[in-house]
């Protein structure tokens, strides 16, 4: 038996990062993460011609029909070039939750939508994904009136899908009545968070088709989680690649540093502590299809250490490079706060690491 990726898979890798390293250059990413929107048309357009808006779209909706595994891949490349594009939530949690919570009509009407890359959707899970802020909505006679604050891909968004706690989800446009959008910069200027108010708010739909609408809008989140920890592989694997050339290039005393013991130790020691967290990542992407019932430990368990690793690889890496690392001259920072942006977001080390305790039954939700 073969463990690995496919070649259909390793192609599409290999096209995707073509694609970002020709198209985001350093002063390209720099002017493109000014605005702290989390995105441009461009960049959005061409990664639709590479068929990333319908990857996860069953192919009865005018998508590919792929797996999570598929986009976890995606999105170890959108960070290790720091794509500043939506992604986790526009095209992963959306389209999950549209297929497990909506009814046929529903899905008949958006999920093409989505697959066509005609709508961005930000997404709010408030409380359930451990995240602090305001998370109180109500939903009367088809409209919303609440707050909740911290979502994410909403920087360009053209709709919002908010949960509500009792696990229903309901779509609303960006530009409605009684809505008011405030785009909060985050420490990672390629993404931003949203905060919503919301007064009597038309709902364009509610998801409730399921029957269990919290453990639906749960494998909503770990399927979120799941493509951060994928984010924070690809960002840390880029400052891991930069600090060794680096080191092959910077001398010192009249020798190259990358001959010195300790920065030798320093690169040794990035690279051991981050290659088993790509397997990591990868089967809990798997299990997110396939093995149902390791799924929830899975994700959590990947974006809790990934969170833990990356952290330490970012600081290191930063360090090989001496005190040109913190500068904005390298470029470094992007990867650096695109680490710290995932860590927090979707709940921190701590929480994903409660949640797999209750999906294991140790302890009570």
């Keep these: 038996m073969r463990f690995g990726l496919t070649e259909d898979q390793k192609l599409f890798d290999h096209s995707l990062r073509s ?106 899970l408030g409380g359930m994904s451990g995240q602090t802020g305001r998370a109180a909505l109500r939903l009367q006679s088809g409209r919303l009136s609440g707050a909740v604050d911290g979502l994410l891909d909403g920087g360009a968004a053209t709709h919002f899908l908010v949960y509500l706690a009792d696990g229903r989800a309901a779509l609303l446009e960006a530009d409605a009545t009684g809505i008011t959008a405030t785009l909060r910069r985050s420490v990672d200027r390629t993404r931003p968070l ?15 088709a399921s029957n269990a609408p919290l453990q639906v809008a749960a494998r909503v989140r770990d399927a979120g989680r799941v493509i951060l920890a994928a984010d924070m592989l690809g960002a840390a ?57 390791e799924a929830a430990i899975a994700a959590n368990h990947a974006k809790a250490h990934l969170a833990e690793v990356t952290r330490e690889v970012a600081r290191l890496a930063t360090e090989v490079h001496g005190g040109m690392g913190f500068t904005d001259l390298l470029g470094l920072h992007f990867q650096f706060k695109r680490i710290t942006f995932d860590r927090q977001v979707l709940g921190t080390s701590e929480r994903c690491r409660h949640d797999a305790a209750v999906a294991q039954g140790w302890i009570g939700a």
Excluded: N
Excluded at 194 to 208: C, F, I, K
């Design 19 to 124: 694609f970002l390293s020709a198209r985001l250059p350093l002063d390209i990413l720099r002017r493109l993460a000014e605005p702290g929107d989390g995105f441009d048309a461009d960049l959005w357009k061409g990664l639709g011609e590479l068929g990333l808006h319908a990857m996860l779209v069953p192919e009865e909706y005018g998508g590919a029909g792929l797996g999570l595994l598929d986009a976890a891949l995606v999105a170890e490349a959108l960070g290790f070039h720091a794509a500043p594009t939506p992604f986790a939530a526009s095209q992963v949690m959306a389209v999950r939750a549209f297929q497990a919570a909506a009814d046929d009509v529903q899905r008949q009407i958006w999920v093409p939508r989505i697959a066509a890359g005609e709508i961005r959707i930000g997404v709010g």
């Design 194 to 208: 949203v905060d919503l108010d919301l007064a009597e708010t038309p709902a364009v739909e509610v998801l409730e």
């Design 237 to 293: 694997q880029a400052m891991l690649d930069r600090a060794v050339a680096y080191a092959k290039e910077r001398v010192q005393f009249g020798r190259v540093i990358g001959s010195f013991q300790g920065v030798k130790y320093m690169c040794a020691d990035m690279a051991t502590m981050l290659e088993p967290c790509r397997a990591m990542v990868w089967y809990a992407a798997y299990a997110q299809d396939a093995i149902p019932e």
